[in-house]
């Protein structure tokens, strides 16, 4: 019985650090069951054809996800005067352009009066002044295509958004539109990233930046949290052999 007792809390132990260590396996196949879905809705939203927004009357009830990465067109004027800028490091760019710089964020407004906020594209540092990049800015009434994207949230490590000096770290359409003077309630409740053809013939901003393909190492991390399980069981179980295969003190 006291050689139970030798092994009792170094099993206690063990047990809850297993089961730590197959929850986070367990936790890592949910994400990637997730990222895998998402990855399908996205290769299969990006083929499909542009389609006109829903009308306005229908956007409150709107689901985000359902939308995101959604295939879209969009006529009206930009404001050019509200534009703002939403600082990005763009690493695996399409266009020539990458590094540190900022998507070019303008809303555009519709006959109707409702607006959409579009990311035209990328842009370097030292480009963020429209001044810098002449004839970036398109003027009279355009049509727009690209790929619609949900709002983006933040977290303890973003920066808050440096409005004083319009510069922004998130994308939330119906923040920069109430930032702009305009009406939330009449601004559409998803971003749209244009196309790469909507790039102005300067060549900035440069459009079709949107991230579409993603990294997936879910998998690899299941292995490693279900390895180091195994591991530990293996370590316990020489553990346990030895301390009761040890002759009792004093024998």
């Known amino acids: 019985m006291s050689r139970l007792r030798l092994v009792l809390w170094p099993t206690l132990a063990a047990a809850v650090v297993f089961a730590i260590l197959v929850a986070l396996g367990n936790w890592q196949m949910d ?3 997730w990222k895998e879905a998402m990855m399908g809705r996205v290769k299969t939203r990006i083929t499909l054809p542009a389609e006109n927004l829903p009308p306005e ?7 985000a996800d359902a939308k995101d990465y959604a295939a879209a067109r969009v006529t009206g004027r930009f404001l050019n005067d509200k534009e703002v800028h939403v600082f990005h490091t763009l690493v695996n760019p399409k266009g020539r352009l990458s590094g540190q710089g900022y998507f ?8 109707d009066g409702s607006v959409i906020v579009v ?7 030292d480009r963020k002044m ?6 970036s800015q398109i003027e009279g ?3 727009v295509e690209g790929l619609l994207r949900r709002p983006e949230g933040s977290n303890l490590f973003t920066p808050a958004n440096d409005r004083a000096n319009n510069v922004w770290f998130t994308r939330d359409a119906r923040e920069i539109a109430r930032a702009a003077g305009l009406d939330p309630a009449r601004t559409f409740p998803l971003t749209l990233d244009a196309a790469a053809a909507q790039t102005p013939p300067g060549g900035l901003p440069q459009a079709g ?19 180091l399980a195994a591991t530990l069981a293996g370590v316990w179980l020489a553990f346990v052999i030895g301390r ?6 004093g024998s």
């Open 57 to 63: 009357p229908v956007w409150p009830a709107i689901d």
């Open 130 to 135: 429209p001044a810098s990049r002449p004839g």
């Open 141 to 143: 009434e355009t049509t």
């Open 244 to 249: 009761l295969r040890r002759p009792p003190a």
């Open 31 to 33: 994400r990637l069951a």
């Open 119 to 125: 990311n035209r594209g990328f842009v370097p540092l």
């Open 104 to 111: 070019v964020v303008t809303p555009l407004l519709r006959d």
């Open 209 to 227: 930046e949107t991230l579409v393909t993603f990294t997936n190492n879910h998998w690899q991390y299941a292995l490693t949290w279900y390895g």
